[in-house]
Structures are given as C-alpha cells and as structure tokens.
C-alpha cells in the first residue's frame, strides 16, 4: 500500500466518478461535512490536527474500505502488517465499523501529503492523523471516502 496522486483516483477500481467528482469539489471550495453517495458509500470531509502516535490507538475495520484523500497539510499513517502485540483497546464497534487496539507493533511510516490519497482495506492495521514530529503545521484537510465491502 502506497499512496498515490489525487489525479490517479481514475485508476483506483473502488473509486466511482461521483467520488472522483467530490474530490475536485472539494478541492475547489473544501467544507466539513458528511457526503452520502450512492450504493451506500459515503465520506466524510474534516480539518483535523494530527496527534503524536503514542496519544492514539491502532484501528482495524471489517465492513468498509477507506480512501483517505489529503487536501490540505500532510499526515502520518502507521500501517501494520499483523496484530501481533496489540491488545483490544475497545470492542468493536458495529455502527462505526472500528475495532481500536492498544500496544506495540512493527509498523511502516507512510507519508500522505496534499494532493495524495491512500487505500486501507478491511482486516489492515493502522493509525492514521499522525502528527510528523517537529512539523511547524499539523492541521489536515481531509476527506475520508467510505466504500462497502463487497
């Protein structure tokens, strides 16, 4: 998993024109919110500040893949291959579709920058809204685009 530029979202096989048509709205005029699209798909637009990664949990997902689109700012996803070392930080949670786990694990630094977006499938570990340490900003622009699992 690697992130890729904004204008490679055509290329993406989970990624439908409507999304594609958000993303360059969003990117025009960016506004908070929730974005319902179709085949119960939907995302969610937020300014968020990113977090050192030691304040955070791991998450794990089962019903949802997540596209998360930088707008604006960079952020840090720590990406796991396993759990191993992660304990069940809360049950998961049907409505939020999240699993948070607490603890140690390997894991790989993936830089997300505006203008760049990274695919997270069911079943993969990560933290994502993780602040680089000595950035001088840690606001993020960003649009989280949630597709159903087939």
Same mark, same amino acid.
């Given at each position: ?28 005029? #960016? ?10 798909? #939907? ?30 700012? #960079? ?76």
């Amino acid at each position: 998993m690697r992130t890729r530029f904004i204008s490679d979202l055509k290329v993406n096989k989970v990624i439908t024109n409507e999304m594609i048509d958000l993303v360059k709205k969003l990117q025009a005029n #960016f506004e908070t919110g929730r974005y319902d699209l179709a085949n119960g798909a #939907f995302a969610i637009a937020e300014t968020l500040i990113a977090r050192p990664a030691d304040k955070m949990n791991y998450q794990t997902h089962k019903k949802y893949i997540r596209v998360h689109v930088v707008l604006g700012g #960079f952020e840090m996803l720590l990406l796991s291959q396993s759990k191993r070392g992660l304990l069940e930080a809360a049950p998961y949670d049907t409505e939020s579709d999240t699993q948070y786990l607490k603890g140690g694990t390997t894991y790989e630094p993936i830089l997300i920058q505006s203008g760049e977006y990274l695919t997270v499938y069911p079943g993969e570990v990560y933290k994502s809204g993780v602040a680089i340490p000595k950035a001088t900003s840690r606001e993020v622009k960003k649009l989280t685009i949630y597709i159903p699992k087939e």
